[in-house]
T-cell receptor
Framework: GQQVMQIPQYQHVQEGEDFTTYCNSSTTLSNIQWYKQRPGGHPVFLIQLVKSGEVKKQKRLTFQFGEAKKNSSLHITATQTTDVGTYFC??????????FGAGTRLFVKA | NAGVTQTPKFRVLKTGQSMTLLCAQDMNHEYMYWYRQDPGMGLRLIHYSVGEGTTAKGEVPDGYNVSRLKKQNFLLGLESAAPSQTSVYFCASNPTGGNQPQHFGDGTRLSIL
């Protein structure tokens, strides 16, 4: 079945360093969503990308959707301790079901 | 607005026992979902509903049943709990499907001994 692969599984960074997580699909995606889950919390929607090559920014976060609409990335510039959590991508091929990646857990050392 | 409310928040069961997890949303959303979250495996869809009175199987439906008798409620049942069903269960909803963000409840942490 369709899979959405996300790497890395874990990332440890020093506060102030940058962080990137990557999401790859075996099939073309209609859209991709990104969620953040704080430790002990629930996933919270961050952003949705729909267009090929789309780039969106939210303060220190930059989201990209690949030209072929099969991959996406989330980049955080100058991480802060508040960025700690697990970041999930979620892709949709068609219809309405969304497939979640396994997530990248970010640890930030002050 | 409460959003998506899940009850209970925690539960410990013995193998073979049954229980029902309740999800309630006050946003008038048509679509509702049940996921389980296990370490390293992300969120896996158990069952979903596209409207009142409808349900459908997701990626990992075995051992679970669901009902959506009222639009605002989505129930997840475990008829005979097994240790493999130890997990964190999340309910989510969105207005009309895949182009829209999902709103998640706080989760139910379920342990099966």
């Amino acid at each position: 079945g369709q899979q959405v692969m996300q790497i890395p599984q874990y990332q440890h960074v020093q506060e102030g360093e940058d962080f990137t997580t990557y999401c790859n699909s075996s099939t073309t995606l209609s859209n991709i969503q990104w969620y953040k889950q704080r430790p002990g919390g629930h996933p919270v929607f961050l952003i949705q990308l729909v267009k090929s090559g789309e780039v969106k920014k939210q303060k220190r976060l930059t989201f990209q959707f690949g030209e072929a609409k099969k991959n996406s990335s989330l980049h955080i510039t100058a991480t802060q301790t508040t960025d700690v959590g697990t970041y999930f991508c979620a892709g949709r091929t068609g219809g309405f079901k969304t497939i979640f990646g396994a997530g990248t857990r970010l640890f930030v050392k002050a | 607005n409460a959003g998506v409310t899940q009850t209970p928040k925690f539960r410990v069961l013995k193998t073979g026992q049954s229980m029902t997890l309740l999800c309630a949303q006050d946003m008038n959303h048509e679509y509702m979902y049940w996921y389980r979250q296990d370490p390293g495996m992300g969120l896996r869809l158990i069952h979903y509903s596209v409207g009142e009175g409808t349900t459908a199987k997701g990626e990992v439906p075995d051992g679970y049943n669901v009902s959506r008798l009222k639009k605002q409620n989505f129930l997840l049942g475990l008829e005979s709990a097994a240790p493999s069903q130890t997990s964190v269960y999340f309910c989510a909803s969105n207005p009309t499907g895949g182009n829209q963000p999902q709103h998640f409840g706080d989760g139910t942490r379920l342990s099966i001994l």
